[in-house]
T-cell receptor, first 114, second 115 residues
Framework: DTAVSQTPKYLVTQMGNDKSIKCEQN?????MYWYKQDSKKFLKIMFSYNNKELIINETVPNRFSPKSPDKAHLNLHINSLELGDSAVYFCASSEERGGGETQYFGPGTRLLVL | AQSVTQLGSHVSVSEGALVLLRCNYSSSVPPYLFWYVQYPNQGLQLLLKYTTGATLVKGINGFEAEFKKSETSFHLTKPSAHMSDAAEYFCAVSDSLTGGFKTIFGAGTRLFVKA
């Protein structure tokens, strides 16, 4: 039973399109995250939600919009996709948002923008 | 803001040899420190973490790390490498924000294990 799942696993699309990535966790955690990993493996946080409330919003283009319908789900919608959006996007969750919390990562969504 | 530096983007060891992956952090307050491992085409998983207490932390798969405040380091070691240890390793530190924390990851170190 997968703890943090993401769909789709792969996403290939054209520039200018709009796409969504879905994330679900069945761990009962309160906090969820979106990370972007670029081609050099550098991992950077994009957003974090705690109990459906946005608590971290890094300097991310407003073409990216997260949505948390409930605390078990955190989706990422991307408008007007650009070549530079190509990356692996990871969803993660943690029990709380304290500094020492372990984060549990999903398997990633590999986005390729052509 | 805190930051993490991993020395060496690639480390190659022979099977059975000592593994040493280096991590230094910058922090003005006692940090929370983590090592995560990423196997090919997978998400990250926690190897070990330091929050408080004993400075030598043991993790999964025989890995351990020592928090050295005087050196601002949190190096990861394993006495004997196994082929299955080949992966990307990320050191991370929690950065405090108003109302919470965010995790800052290092650039990663790719570990190669030679037969």
């Amino acid at each position: 039973d997968t703890a943090v799942s993401q769909t789709p696993k792969y996403l290939v699309t054209q520039m200018g399109n709009d796409k969504s990535i879905k994330c679900e966790q069945n761990l009962g955690h309160d906090t969820m995250y979106w990370y972007k990993q670029d081609s050099k493996k550098f991992l950077k946080i994009m957003f974090s939600y705690n109990n459906k409330e946005l608590i971290i919003n890094e300097t991310v283009p407003n073409r990216f919009s997260p949505k948390s319908p409930d605390k078990a789900h955190l989706n990422l919608h991307i408008n007007s996709l650009e070549l530079g959006d190509s990356a692996v996007y990871f969803c993660a969750s943690s029990e709380e948002r304290g500094g020492g919390e372990t984060q549990y990562f999903g398997p990633g969504t590999r986005l390729l923008v052509l | 803001a805190q930051s993490v530096t991993q020395l060496g983007s690639h480390v190659s060891v022979s099977e059975g040899a000592l593994v040493l992956l280096r991590c230094n952090y910058s922090s003005s307050v006692p940090p929370y420190l983590f090592w995560y491992v990423q196997y090919p085409n997978q998400g990250l998983q926690l190897l070990l973490k330091y929050t408080t207490g004993a400075t030598l932390v043991k993790g999964i798969n025989g890995f351990e790390a020592e928090f050295k405040k005087s050196e601002t380091s949190f190096h990861l070691t394993k006495p004997s490498a196994h082929m299955s240890d080949a992966a990307e390793y990320f050191c991370a530190v929690s950065d405090s924000l108003t109302g919470g924390f965010k995790t800052i990851f290092g650039a990663g170190t790719r570990l190669f294990v030679k037969a």
